[in-house]
């Protein structure tokens, strides 16, 4: 698959997905029902499909709803249910009356289905709107799972609800489907076979007026989603079915349609490969606000005002009979990096009052007891003042919450510092700002510019021009093995001129004129510059994974092979700044930046998902970076963003953002991926539900397809979701890691899943063996050196899984063992920046598991099992 296309190929999903997940914040869950037999209502309408000749479909529900087959590839097939069921090929369904069900109201949709093919869209039945089917019970092509498909208005960008199951059906195989919208409960639902697949929210209702649809669905305004099977037994229902009366219609009449106990072989006579060391990484790139304004600790926003052409972020500061007004002047720049200032004109500073200068910060300036920070920025004025500057951190209802002084401004640029300290009484706040003001009635009638106005607070590790504490104590935690940057689309830019340029992000934060991130819709100052993201993978002790900019920017502009030169020159200086001796002109610049000890840049990435460039360009221009950069550094590791003919590569970059239940029904996906090519970086990755961070049905989903990658660790070495961070007040991005605004952040249940993979595995894979039919996705792993075993099972479904585990070959089993779960109690159950804690690990310990127990799989869980054996 062409990572991404699934998500692109028709915008419908996508959109249902992001509005699924607003509304799933707003609305209640109800459980899951238990599932015993009891009868179903009246139907609506009933299709037996036993007529098995002609073009007539009979209501058997006495309502006269007569179906009418359509096309040349409708005809009969053996029932399910009855002598005759309905078989269709593409461009062939039934079409029955208008008007059967009201949409706007309660209802339930059931059908059994037998596929020849499980590819593409495959609608079994719908009722046309004006744009949409009102409802499709489908096969989806973006998931490749059964799902029950609610869009909320009539139009291809509005969105709606999809309940999917976790698992992908086979062909050949009847199954009973049942697609429930309860509008009592707020919610939709899929059953499979009477089990419950899924339950999401959803908001919203519509009348589809137009005909009922069996064989195939309709979509911008065209027939679709066309059968290739069979379909028996096909009911609605102007109400919303309980678990039970859906176990009632048939699938259910042996007395029970509560899932199938699972069986789970763990056998240690069965190694699969070694688990690749370097499997869990991080990727960083500057969106939502993750960088600028978020992991760089710079509090200013537009600190070096370069940000646009009026004075953004800033305002006037009068107090009193005080008088003052600010402008961008481009007249008094600091230097030819920082070309324009900001200048405060003082008209009068009368008793008591005073003028100055404020910023907002990034959606206020974070506040914490007994915290000390540092004020620094840029001024001179158009006469000498000696009376004092008052730089303060301070509430929006003027509460001073740390002040210090600066004096003597003269009449050209100097640099001024300050230390600020708050209070031990202080609150935890960012309803502050910054501002910088003088009460001195000498400033009457002058001018003051400012620029490179700068106040960081205490940095990870203390260190200058540093890094967002929690931020990096939580990326810290995850012990990333890697750490690709600085893009993605970051380093890509819109145009050549808002690309990564990395040589105007290092020296002097002053001399960095700072660059639009314009495929995130802000400015960066480029604070956090090549040096400094490498000394952020060297804090997390991972392996910096660089980004080169490899000349097509996302505007689709790319750079003639015969114009790339300068462009191949700026990737080998690169590697020379990060690698190079301090005997290097490169490595010299790096040494006078700080850092004379080279970095360890083994591996380059050459460009970002070049697959979008439609011109093709990516083979040659792979050709000129792989050529120059091979011939410098021989021993430097590639990866291709897409495949290359031209030269070698180490690793190809896939990339997948699908909702979760694409994620559960793809933990195979690389099982039958080629040996014998280069080796899967998947560098970026998200199961997409929750904004703006994921829940717990996602987090489910990136473990299921983590627990694949680990599976699969001879193919796939190296892997790392996206985006990692999110201020939760520029959700750019739907879907991220960790969120956080400017005084706090929380992690995600995906956090929790990953990092529980991460740090729960041994170094070789085991074989599981899970009975046919199971929800459960799983992956173990040994500790060769102490013998300890890891099983981790992950059950998506809102039901709880049992399962029978069985543990062979693997010697001794000790009696205590740690069972780590992370649990949801309903698909949208999630972290918030309100409610950080409310989904997090929680670990207890059980004696004498034995070799083989069982075990009830919570719903929306995932365990992890720490066993030691030997
Ligand atoms: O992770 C967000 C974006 O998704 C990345 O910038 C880009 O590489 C991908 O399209």
Not at 88 to 98: G, I, R, Y
Not at 272 to 290: Q, T, Y
Not at 315 to 328: M, R, W
Not at 434 to 449: E, H, N, Q, Y
């Amino acid at each position: 698959m062409t990572p991404g296309t699934h998500l692109r190929r028709r915008p419908f999903p996508t959109a249902v997905g992001a509005v699924l997940l607003l509304a799933s914040s707003l609305l209640a869950v109800g459980g899951p029902a238990a599932a015993g037999p009891a009868p179903a209502p009246r139907p609506a309408a009933h299709w037996t499909f036993d007529e098995g000749a002609g073009t007539v479909a009979h209501d058997s529900s006495g309502n006269g709803h007569t179906g009418t087959l359509v096309g040349a590839g409708a005809g009969w097939g053996p029932g399910r249910i009855g002598p005759d069921s309905l078989a269709v090929t593409p461009q062939s369904s039934v079409d029955a009356p208008a008007g059967i069900i009201d949409t706007t109201r309660s209802f339930s949709v059931s059908a059994w289905v037998k596929l020849t093919s499980v590819a593409g869209y495959q609608t079994f039945v719908s009722v046309d709107g004006g744009n949409l089917s009102g409802f499709y019970l489908q096969l989806r092509a973006d998931t490749g799972t059964f799902s029950f498909t609610v869009p909320t208005a009539d139009s291809i960008t509005s969105g709606g609800a999809v309940a999917s199951a976790p698992w992908t059906p086979s062909t050949g195989v009847w199954y009973h489907l049942t697609g429930v919208d309860d509008l009592a409960a707020g919610q939709v639902e899929l059953y499979v076979n009477g089990v419950l697949q899924a339950e999401v929210r959803v908001s919203g209702t519509w009348p589809a007026t137009g005909d009922t649809a069996i064989g195939r669905g309709y979509y911008n305004r065209g027939q679709v989603d066309w059968v290739s099977g069979q379909i028996d037994d096909v009911q609605l229902f102007q109400q919303a079915l309980t678990g039970n009366q859906v176990c009632g219609l048939g699938v259910g009449l042996d007395g029970s349609c509560a899932p199938t106990p699972a069986t789970l072989d763990v056998n240690g006579a069965q190694p699969g490969p070694a688990v690749s060391p370097s499997l869990f990484g991080s990727f960083l790139e500057d969106i939502n606000h993750s960088v600028e304004g978020g992991l760089y600790g710079e509090l200013i926003q537009n600190r070096s005002l370069m940000a646009a052409t009026t004075p953004d972020d800033w305002s006037a500061v009068t107090g009193g009979a005080g008088q003052a007004s600010i402008a961008l002047d481009p007249g008094h720049p600091l230097n030819s990096a920082l070309t324009r200032s900001l200048r405060l004109s003082v008209g009068t500073v009368g008793a008591g009052s005073r003028v100055g200068i404020a910023n907002d910060g990034f959606w206020g300036i974070p506040v914490h007891p007994s915290t000390t920070y540092t004020a620094s920025f840029s001024a001179e004025a158009s006469t000498r003042l000696t009376g004092p500057l008052t730089v303060s951190v301070e509430g929006t209802d003027g509460t001073v919450y740390a002040t210090g002084t600066v004096r003597g401004l003269g009449t050209s640029w100097r640099q001024y510092s300050v230390r600020l300290t708050t209070a031990r009484s202080a609150p935890d706040t960012s309803d502050a700002r910054f501002v910088i003001s003088t009460a001195d009635p000498a400033f009457a009638g002058t001018s003051v510019w400012f620029d490179q106005v700068s106040l960081f607070p205490p940095t990870y590790q203390n260190q200058a021009n540093g890094l967002r504490v929690d931020l990096m104590a939580k990326l810290a935690a995850l012990h990333p093995a890697f750490l690709r940057f600085p893009g993605g689309n970051y380093l890509e830019g819109d145009t050549i001129a808002t690309r990564f340029n990395w040589k105007d992000t290092v020296g002097p934060t002053d001399q960095r004129p700072g660059h639009l991130d314009d495929a995130w819709g802000y400015w960066s100052t480029d604070g956090m510059g090549l040096l400094e993201y490498l000394e952020m993978a060297e804090d997390l002790h991972a392996q910096p994974v660089l980004a080169i900019w490899a000349g097509y920017t996302l505007n689709g502009t790319v750079v003639p092979a015969d114009q790339l030169g300068p462009y191949v020159q700026d990737a080998v200086d690169e590697l020379q700044y990060a690698t190079g001796p301090v005997t290097s002109y490169w490595g010299a610049q790096r040494a006078a930046d700080g850092h004379p000890k080279p970095f360890p840049v083994s591996t380059v990435e050459i460009g970002n998902e070049d697959f979008f460039d439609a011109s093709g360009s990516y083979n040659d221009r792979y050709t000129a970076f792989y050529d120059a950069l091979h011939a410098a550094y021989p021993s430097l590791k590639f990866i291709a963003t897409t495949p290359v003919t031209s030269r070698p590569y180490d690793l190809i970059d896939d990339h997948f953002y699908s909702p979760p239940a694409w994620f559960d029904a793809n933990s195979h996906y690389y099982d039958s991926y080629p040996r014998t090519g280069p080796d899967v970086f998947v560098g970026e990755f998200a199961a997409q539900s929750g904004v703006p961070t994921p829940d717990i049905s996602a987090a489910l989903g990136d473990a299921s397809w983590l627990a694949g990658l680990e599976r699969n660790s001879d193919v796939v070495r190296m892997a790392s979701y996206a985006p990692l961070l999110v201020d939760v007040n520029d959700v750019t991005w739907p879907t991220n890691m960790i969120g956080f605004n400017a005084s706090t952040s929380y992690v995600s249940p995906t956090y929790y899943a990953q990092q529980l993979l991460a740090q729960r595995h041994g170094d070789r894979v085991l074989g599981v063996t899970t009975s046919a039919g199971a929800q459960l996705q799983t992956v173990a792993t040994r500790d060769s050196r102490t013998g300890t075993v890891y099983l981790t099972v992950i059950n998506p479904s809102p039901l709880a899984a049992p399962a029978t585990v069985k543990l062979t070959g693997l010697g001794r089993l000790g009696r205590t063992a740690t069972v780590t779960v992370l649990a949801g109690t309903s698909s949208a159950d999630t972290n918030t920046i309100t409610d950080p804690n409310h989904i997090h690990p929680v670990s207890s310990t059980v004696h004498g598991l034995g070799s083989s127990f069982h075990r009830d799989f919570a719903p929306y869980s995932m365990t992890v099992f720490t066993i030691p054996a030997g």
